[in-house]
């Protein structure tokens, strides 16, 4: 099984400019922008954090999913929220490629465990040694304000912790802040076993 993510997060999506303001960084100077590259790459870093702990995706984006097996009759994706399933493709081993039809399967949307699955019978067989490759569009949407509340302050809390130790020598205490961790609780999605109904 593998996870790709096929279009990054644009720059203009994040939110450079609130969190110099939560970093109470000066404004109205001649460098002021001087630190927004790397404010931006302790942005995205914070979001992966977040991200790969609740396995919610917070802007919208598209991903590719490989899989070789169903492991059940409808599937869990991996990520939550999802918006669309865009593509259901059969590969063989030989590396033929078949489009499943759009009429033939169906999004289950869920916030926390949303599933694939056939519209009116089964999840179309994948082949003997072959994959099926689903893209889907998750996200809570293409905008900082689509997130929730709680999620969003909990980025800006963690990617200020990152731009705050830029320069430890890494003696400092490994995991998440009480802070982050405490906001971001309740979006935590319990997994026990490994994709199938729990």
């Known amino acids: 099984m593998m996870l790709i993510e096929e279009t990054p997060v644009p720059s203009t999506a994040l939110p450079v400019e609130e969190m ?3 970093l109470r960084m000066g404004s109205g100077f001649a460098d002021g922008a001087m630190q927004d590259g790397l404010i931006e790459t ?20 598209r991903f590719l999913w490989e899989l070789e097996s169903w492991r059940e009759a409808d599937q869990a ?5 999802v918006s669309a399933i865009v593509s259901l ?23 926390h465990r949303p599933r694939l699955a056939g519209r009116t019978s089964l999840l179309p ?3 003997c040694d072959g994959v099926a490759k689903v893209v889907f569009d998750a996200g ?11 999620l969003r302050q909990a980025v800006l809390l963690l990617a200020a912790e990152y731009y ?20 971001i609780e309740r979006w935590r999605t ?5 994709g199938g109904r729990t």
């Open 164 to 183: 705050e130790h830029r320069h430890d020598d890494g003696a400092q205490a490994a995991g998440l802040p009480f802070g982050v961790v405490t906001l």
């Open 20 to 22: 110099k303001d939560h």
């Open 89 to 111: 493709t059969l590969v063989d081993a030989a590396g033929g490629e078949t489009v499943v039809p759009a009429a033939a399967f169906r999004l289950k949307t869920d916030l």
């Open 140 to 150: 809570f949407g293409p905008a900082w304000t689509d997130i929730p509340v709680d």
């Open 77 to 81: 994706l991996p990520v939550a929220p």
């Open 125 to 127: 067989s994948i082949p």
């Open 190 to 194: 319990v997994r026990i076993l490994g």
């Open 42 to 61: 302790y942005l995205r870093a914070a979001m992966a954090a977040i991200e790969g702990r609740i396995g919610k995706i917070l802007l919208q984006r």
